[in-house]
């Protein structure tokens, strides 16, 4: 069994200190205890590191006197429901990578609540940025400077200079929250010498061969296992799809949702740390992998993406540790 207290000395204080940081930065955007919050743009998918994301960011509301008063994905969002659930309160946007054009969907609902609520406190917990295209950069540029409520936290120097440079938006570093994370223990002992947490999407660097060794488990985090949550969860987005157009029905619906996004990011977040701590060290592409690393105390090498994420998330906050090493 492999339990929290295994990491090294380096890699505790290392969180504690991300954890002091995030609530040094972050605790100004707080409403008045008793206020209503939301927290909007659940991630219902498989992958591990976002859901560890929102069970972070839970946490350090929870610790702070908070549970949000509504919750959605990106298409169980409805305007009229949020102003019911929270009237001027503050709006929490869920933070990871997704601030530009590379996973437009997400960029496409952050503008539209900002159109839908421009009188509300909106904070964007903190997010990587990246651009494809100059002409998007622009278009961001040029709405996101019409919102005075607006408030934007990044988690790397990279997308800081982004933002005040070709964005000139106002913005704050503040850690992933994903380091509120508390895996106190993990089933399971290290069985294998070595885990590689794959990632197969557009973020994935060019192409590279595993090891041919064995005692190499290849594993990627995007797949669900078959449980009663996932069950229940794609039963009701089948009866929510299927509702299109009855509204009283689809807004049932998602109270239903609501009911188990904690403990299907929960779930999620605990199989992605079963699988890791599976071996007895890692290879990770993921940044979410190196962070469940620290806080499992597990040795890891690091394969960046395509875009550099790990190595500008390391080298912002400028923390060595005896547990990560580069090929």
């Known amino acids: 069994m492999r339990n929290v207290s295994d990491r090294s000395g380096t890699s505790a204080t290392l969180i504690r200190d991300m954890r002091d940081f995030s609530q040094r930065v972050l605790s100004p955007c707080l409403p008045n205890l008793g206020s209503c919050i939301a927290l909007v743009d659940y991630p219902n998918h498989p992958n591990v590191g ?117 964005l000139g938006i106002p913005a704050m ?21 070595c885990i590689w947490l794959v990632r197969n999407d557009k973020e994935s660097a060019e192409a590279h061969t ?55 990011a929960l779930e999620r977040l605990h199989r992605g740390c079963q699988a890791l701590a599976r071996g007895r060290s890692v290879i990770t592409e993921r940044l979410h992998g190196h962070v469940f690393c620290l806080l499992l105390g597990i040795p890891h090498k690091i394969i960046d993406t395509r875009y550099g994420k790990i190595r500008q998330f390391i080298d912002t906050w400028q923390y060595r540790s005896p547990l990560i090493n580069w090929p």
């Open 173 to 193: 570093l503040c850690p992933d929250l994903a380091f509120w994370c508390n895996p106190e223990q993990v089933v399971g002992s290290a069985s294998v010498p």
């Open 210 to 264: 595993v090891p041919d060794q064995n005692g190499v488990m290849v594993y990627d985090w995007n797949i669900d296992n078959d449980t009663d949550l996932i069950r229940q969860n794609n039963e009701l987005r089948k009866q929510y799809v299927s509702a299109n157009g009855c509204q009283q029905t689809q807004e049932s619906i998602k109270k239903q949702f609501a009911k188990i996004y904690s403990d299907l």
């Open 50 to 166: 976002d859901s560890a994301i929102w069970v972070g960011e839970c946490e350090f509301l929870a610790q702070h006197g908070f549970k949000p008063d509504y919750v959605c994905e990106i298409d169980t969002y409805s305007k009229s429901a949020l102003a019911n659930a929270i009237g001027d309160g503050t709006i929490f946007i869920h933070g990871g990578g997704n601030f530009g054009d590379l996973w437009p969907e997400h960029q496409v609902f952050r503008e539209q609540l900002l159109n839908d609520f421009p009188d509300n406190p909106i904070v964007q917990l903190p997010q990587g940025i990246h651009f494809n295209s100059k002409y998007n950069l622009q278009r961001t540029k040029d709405l996101f400077q019409q919102y005075q409520n607006f408030t934007l936290f990044v988690r790397d120097s990279i997308s800081l200079d982004i933002a005040h440079s070709d």
